[in-house]
């Protein structure tokens, strides 16, 4: 990666460094690995990716360390103004692999994963199964003889799972917004809660010395409303999660939280987000708010 502790900004040989246990050098960093792709995989009507390009991976040695990881990929076009694509950041690897999919079994359950896409569940709280309507419409055209209809049969099962598909994921990142806005608040809340102790240290201090405390009176009563603000809109956030999104959703998207917080280096995040989902569950089972016990739960945080 690019810095002095690594290439320093330069291609290294490979080898220079230990290799991962399977033998093989430079997995991340140094060059991009031409990663070869025949086919894309397309996740109902969302393609992976853009038509004719090739996929890198890994980093080079001008990516920042900050950004070197397992997961890194990128596409680039194999053709410019100029010709074929030439890079110094993008090399390949000859290697023999073993299959990724090791037994029958597992490939069936692939397959069972994939045909179940996208998945029927309760969307909110308190709603009752919705049932299987892709798995009805396929028992139509199962059940039909006539070529046609069983084709636009097909046509409507496809249009429906890539609607609901598209659903599911504006609720996962709208359930994930909230948590982030949750989390922020909190952390604002904390802030407040410290301004308003020093304001009312400081007042008694002053005070103790015979000195004019109005001008610190008023910015204790702005800093008071300014928090109690805050903590009325912290408290509408926790209802509004708790109403709208089911606990599974709330888990999954505390995981992509806590990834994002820490890419971002606002990893102290991660606990008000964490009991943001907790009051949130509280609630939906007392169907009570309650503000004051939530302030103090986010003030009591290490």
Known sequence: FRGTKSSNGEVQLVGALKPNPLGLHDILGNVDEIVLEPFRLNKLARLHGQA????????????????IRSSYRN????????????SPTVGFRLALVAPVVSTPKRLDEIRKAWAELPKIETLRPGDSAQGDPLGEIQKLIAASPDPDVRARLTALQRAYAERLDDEINMRSRASKSLLRLAAFLADKIRADRTLIANFEKSRETQKAAGMNVATLDTRLREANAAMQGNVRYYADTIVQIAQDFADSTITQQLGTLRIEFDKTKVGHLDRYAQLAARQAAAYRKSGAAQPDAWLKEIVALP
Do not use: V
Not at 52 to 67: A, C, R, V
Not at 75 to 86: I, K, M, Q, S, T
């Open 75 to 86: 596409e680039l076009a194999p053709f410019d103004e100029n010709g074929p694509r030439r």
């Open 52 to 67: 004719g390009g090739f996929t890198i991976k890994g980093g080079n040695f001008q990516t920042s360390e900050e950004d």
